[in-house]
């Protein structure tokens, strides 16, 4: 699925979150974003899946002219392009195949998922998706049961339970010990790789991006200001995306060892169910 970004701005107050954006993603790839803090890579990834309104630019992806969908149809396209986060966004009390069934809440009706109510076909496909990705035994556990990397692999199960033609990762192993987050990009990677999924993961660790990518975007104050091969991502021009002086060292980027936070409901996810 082709992705072509021209222009595309997100202005948040006199703020340019995301200053125009451009660029081509012409075949299924793993793609990096990478950037300090405030730099405009969640933003990006949330004009992708919808989540936030473009101020300007033009968006199309697979021939779908992404920034114009409206009502269902860009619920539509919120199931073609899943979303996964930080901090998880599983409804921690629910057992995890419910969670994993949550996946095909933009293709079903509010009403039976809030009930849970699913059919045993949607039940059998989602316990064969927990066991792909090796959890099918946590099956029956409750979500907040489950450690840091397990629930990042349940939310990555609801997002395949959607089938969809890209994986937006959003941090996905900001809050996760170094092994976890090693099992969780394995994870992404082997969904790219088997299945031909486009995965683009905001990743705040230069190793990660060098190591898991294909390529590699690098923003800086909202602009795009590398887009090259893990080769080319040489420590100079980290230095450009970081804005670092001469002091600069990729340890500051590299996998940091910090204990993951608590746990917290999502509410953004809650009331996205309820409001739907
Ligand atoms: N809803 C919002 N309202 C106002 N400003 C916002 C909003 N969302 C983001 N911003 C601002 O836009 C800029 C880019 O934020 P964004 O979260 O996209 O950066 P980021 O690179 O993902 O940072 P981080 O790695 O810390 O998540 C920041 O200055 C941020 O304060």
């Given at each position: 699925m082709r992705i072509e970004a021209d222009q595309i701005t997100r202005i948040f107050g006199t703020a340019r979150a995301v200053d125009a954006a451009s660029f081509v993603i012409d075949r299924p790839m793993v793609v990096g974003i990478i950037g300090s803090s405030g730099a405009g890579k969640s933003t990006l990834l949330r004009m992708i899946n919808r989540l936030t309104d473009a101020s300007a630019g033009r968006?199309?992806?697979?021939?779908?002219?992404?920034?114009?969908?409206?009502?269902?149809?860009?619920?539509?396209?919120?199931?073609?392009?899943?979303?996964?986060?930080?901090?998880?966004?599983?409804v921690p009390r629910l057992d995890v195949v419910s969670n994993v069934l949550h996946g095909l809440l933009n293709k079903r009706g509010v009403l039976p998922t809030l009930m849970n109510i699913w059919a045993r076909a949607d039940i059998d496909r989602a316990i064969g998706i927990l066991d792909r990705l090796g959890i099918a035994e946590q099956a029956c556990k409750r979500a907040e049961a489950l450690s840091g990397g397990q629930q990042q692999r349940v939310a990555i199960a609801r997002a395949l339970m959607q089938d969809p033609r890209i994986i937006l990762a959003d941090e996905p192993i900001a809050s996760l010990d170094p092994m976890n987050a090693q099992i969780v990009m394995d994870t992404l990677r082997r969904i790219h790789d088997e299945d031909g999924r486009t995965v683009i993961a905001n990743l705040h660790t230069l190793d990660t991006a060098r190591r898991y990518c294909d390529r590699v975007i690098g923003m800086r104050k909202g602009r795009i200001v590398f887009d090259g091969s893990p080769a080319q991502l040489t420590t100079g021009a980290a230095r450009d995306i970081y804005g670092a002086g001469a002091d600069f060292s990729e340890a500051m980027t590299s996998t940091a060892l910090e204990p993951s936070p608590p746990i917290t409901p999502d509410r953004a996810y809650a009331e996205r169910l309820m409001a739907d």
């Open positions: 968006l199309m992806i697979g021939g779908r002219d992404v920034l114009a969908l409206n009502g269902r149809a860009r619920r539509a396209w919120q199931a073609d392009c899943a979303m996964i986060f930080q901090q998880f966004n599983l």
